[in-house]
């Protein structure tokens, strides 16, 4: 069965003939932002991609359709697709199942830069669904809404208190505290750190 995802350009205006009809394609983790590798797309890949959701490449060394993932099971679930300004390269933001990386690694850079908050996200979000046994997130999961709400309010005073009366040291290991425990919250009611963010982004300006 197929879908098809949304998109704003025309695929037959992209800049084809600048690269003997294939284009760069930048492929960067949804959540994270981490750029995780670089594949070239032609007409036929990019609208495997567009049709399935599944990230398609043209593959230079086989010289034919290459759909990430197809030997291995570490496909990349596409999210959204766009050009850039010349329209000459594709950005590609997808969620990997598994290592993208044929060395097992999440990204082909290794030291490519990621958002750690979102990064901690997506693991309270596995915690949350698999509970793993002795993890101190599936207690506090386990203990429900009110026990979290509770540790949140008290890592604010804790803060708030360190913010006052303590070194910067102390400050940044509560706050990092606060943020953990706010994470587990939103998941524990169904929500996210991406949705807050969303709330963030509407307010500027």
Same mark, same amino acid.
Not at 82 to 102: F, I, K, M, N, S
Not at 106 to 120: E, G, K
Not at 126 to 154: C, N
């Given at each position: 069965?197929?879908?098809?995802?949304?998109?704003?350009?025309?695929?037959?205006?992209?800049?084809?003939?600048?690269?003997?009809?294939?284009?760069?394609?930048?492929?960067?983790? +949804? /959540? @994270? $932002?981490?750029? !995780?590798?670089?594949?070239?797309?032609? =007409? *036929?890949?990019?609208?495997?991609?567009?049709?399935?959701?599944?990230?398609?490449?043209?593959?230079?060394?086989?010289?034919?359709?290459?759909?990430?993932?197809?030997?291995?099971?570490?496909?990349?679930?596409?999210?959204?697709?766009?050009?850039?300004?010349?329209?000459?390269?594709?950005?590609?933001?997808?969620?990997?199942?598994?290592?993208?990386?044929?060395?097992?690694?999440?990204?082909?850079?290794?030291?490519?830069? +990621? /958002? @750690? $908050?979102?990064? !901690?996200?997506?693991?309270?979000?596995? =915690? *949350?669904?698999?509970?793993?046994?002795?993890?101190?997130?599936?207690?506090?999961?386990?203990?429900?809404?009110?026990?979290?709400?509770?540790?949140?309010?008290?890592?604010?005073?804790?803060?708030?208190?360190?913010?006052?009366?303590?070194?910067?040291?102390?400050?940044?290991?509560?706050?990092?505290?606060?943020?953990?425990?706010?994470?587990?919250?939103?998941?524990?009611?169904?929500?996210?750190?991406?949705?807050?963010?969303?709330?963030?982004?509407?307010?500027?300006?």
């Amino acid at each position: 069965m197929t879908r098809t995802i949304d998109f704003d350009f025309d695929i037959e205006a992209l800049a084809w003939d600048k690269q003997g009809g294939l284009l760069p394609a930048i492929v960067q983790e +949804a /959540d @994270t $932002l981490r750029v !995780l590798m670089l594949g070239y797309m032609g =007409r *036929e890949a990019l609208q495997a991609t567009l049709d399935s959701g599944k990230v398609t490449f043209f593959s230079r060394s086989k010289q034919r359709l290459w759909m990430k993932g197809e030997t291995s099971g570490d496909v990349l679930d596409l999210v959204h697709i766009e050009t850039d300004c010349d329209a000459d390269t594709l950005l590609v933001q997808a969620r990997p199942h598994g290592p993208t990386c044929h060395l097992q690694r999440a990204s082909c850079f290794p030291n490519a830069p +990621a /958002d @750690t $908050l979102a990064a !901690l996200d997506g693991l309270v979000a596995t =915690r *949350e669904r698999d509970r793993p046994a002795g993890s101190y997130t599936t207690r506090l999961f386990e203990g429900g809404v009110r026990r979290i709400a509770q540790k949140v309010g008290e890592e604010g005073v804790e803060t708030a208190l360190a913010g006052v009366v303590q070194d910067d040291d102390a400050l940044l290991g509560e706050a990092a505290d606060l943020l953990f425990h706010l994470i587990v919250l939103l998941r524990a009611r169904g929500l996210s750190l991406a949705d807050a963010k969303r709330v963030l982004e509407s307010r500027r300006g």
